[in-house]
């Protein structure tokens, strides 16, 4: 498991973000119109609330020197791909502080083993959490998932972003889930009007050289 503060450093353009994307069914409809991974918390309970949002824009790609903070090589990389978020109702609730984890997709489908693990500790202490779907047999996978077609736009393939730099995790790493989200999402993005200071990468992957790319601080 990794957990970094992290704002990143380069200079994305703004994604556009569609929320909440609402759930038309419940659980275990067969045509699947709901989140994945919809969580089995009583969030409510805590004073939480869950929203998946859609958010699309483009990325850059970047060198990942070891050691040191890559630069941008390429921009203009469009992607569309989903973020889970577990809030507090409250505004005035939220400690200041968001957590973002990446899905691991290592079994070929989003999984969430930082919240599994974690969300005890996330709920008392009034953290913000996102999941972000970064990796392209993740969305692949919700796409197939889904009957009625909630995923059906996603797409975080674009071709050009594949190879040695990324590892060929397509808008994975220092492109989606470090540049574009935390340093353009989080600024623009409405946690319920909460005030946010401070941002928490976190995830279990593979792909952590990917990280190499970015330079990471702790304010927004």
């Known amino acids: 498991m990794m957990c970094l503060p992290a704002t990143a450093e380069a200079k994305v353009p703004s994604p556009t973000i569609t929320a909440p994307i609402p759930a038309t069914v419940t659980p275990g409809d067969p045509s699947r119109d709901y989140p994945f991974l919809e969580t089995d918390v009583d969030l409510a309970s805590y004073g939480y609330v869950e929203q998946e949002n859609f958010m699309e824009g483009a990325a850059n790609q970047y060198t990942t020197p070891a050691g040191a903070t890559g630069t941008a090589i390429n921009t203009g990389y ?7 978020v577990r809030r507090p109702i409250s505004a005035s609730a939220l400690n200041g502080t968001v957590i973002l984890e990446w899905y691991n997709a290592t ?6 083993p930082d919240w599994f693990q974690t969300h005890n500790y996330v709920l008392k202490h009034r953290y913000a959490r996102i999941g972000v779907s970064s990796q392209r047999v993740g969305a692949n996978y919700l796409q197939a998932w889904s009957p009625a077609g909630r995923y059906a736009s996603l797409d975080v393939s674009n071709s050009k972003l594949q190879g040695t730099s990324l590892r060929g995790a397509n808008l994975n790493g220092a492109n ?5 989200l935390i340093g353009a999402t989080l600024q623009s993005f409405n946690l ?8 928490n990468l976190a995830g279990s992957t593979t792909q952590g050289a990917s990280l190499g790319g970015v330079k990471w601080s702790n304010t927004i």
């Open 78 to 84: 469009p992607y569309k791909t989903r973020l889970v």
């Open 107 to 112: 079994n070929g489908l989003d999984v969430e």
């Open 176 to 180: 989606l889930a470090g540049a574009t």
């Open 192 to 199: 319920g009007g909460a005030d946010l200071t401070n941002a």
